[in-house]
């Protein structure tokens, strides 16, 4: 198609900022995250491709999205529900898929995710998330704000 090229986007790019989207407090009181840069956001088609970090031991709820989802293990390890993944590890999930709780190892993990479609969660097994927590003594904390582009609706609070 004329006009149309690539995109080119660096993790050092000032155009892409991290976000912290996740939130917890350890029982050391220290707060770990998870952080995202979204490389890649585009409302049609809609796609999310984005670089993730976790803190050591961070919690994240069993959750699927709207969307298939495809998640690389770049360094470090994920827990995913019962199933250690460490790096070099490709999780795809279909859409409707479910996966977790997912919780770093502790050296924390970096990913590498690509949504294709809706990116949106939803949240399914909260007592396996509350399970997660308590093992660790650790307790989620309210999701901090995001920067979702105009075209895109933050749901997150519809199953928190």
């Given at each position: 198609?004329?006009?149309?090229?690539?995109?080119?986007?660096?993790?050092?790019?000032?155009?892409?900022?991290?976000?912290?989207?996740?939130?917890?407090?350890?029982?050391?009181?220290?707060?770990?995250?998870?952080?995202?840069?979204?490389?890649?956001?585009?409302?049609?088609?809609?796609?999310?491709?984005?670089?993730?970090?976790?803190?050591?031991?961070?919690?994240?709820r069993?959750?699927?999205?709207?969307?298939?989802?495809?998640?690389?293990?770049?360094?470090?390890?994920?827990q995913?529900?019962?199933?250690?993944?460490?790096?070099?590890?490709?999780?795809?999930?279909?859409?409707?898929?479910?996966?977790?709780?997912?919780?770093?190892?502790?050296?924390?993990?970096?990913?590498?995710?690509?949504?294709?479609?809706?990116?949106?969660?939803?949240?399914?097994?909260?007592?396996?998330?509350?399970?997660?927590?308590?093992?660790?003594?650790?307790t989620?904390?309210?999701?901090?704000?995001?920067?979702?582009?105009?075209?895109?609706?933050?749901?997150?609070?519809?199953?928190?």
């Amino acid at each position: 198609m004329d006009g149309l090229g690539p995109i080119f986007r660096h993790l050092d790019d000032p155009e892409v900022p991290w976000q912290n989207v996740k939130a917890q407090r350890n029982a050391d009181g220290s707060i770990a995250y998870v952080r995202e840069k979204w490389l890649a956001f585009s409302p049609d088609p809609q796609y999310l491709s984005l670089y993730a970090q976790y803190d050591p031991g961070m919690v994240v709820r069993r959750h699927g999205h709207n969307s298939p989802h495809v998640v690389f293990v770049i360094a470090g390890e994920l827990q995913v529900g019962d199933r250690s993944c460490p790096a070099g590890t490709h999780i795809e999930l279909p859409h409707g898929a479910a996966f977790g709780p997912l919780v770093a190892g502790d050296q924390g993990c970096t990913l590498f995710e690509v949504m294709l479609g809706d990116p949106r969660s939803w949240g399914e097994d909260p007592d396996a998330f509350e399970r997660a927590l308590a093992a660790r003594a650790a307790t989620a904390l309210a999701d901090p704000p995001l920067e979702f582009p105009p075209w895109l609706e933050d749901l997150r609070a519809h199953w928190t």
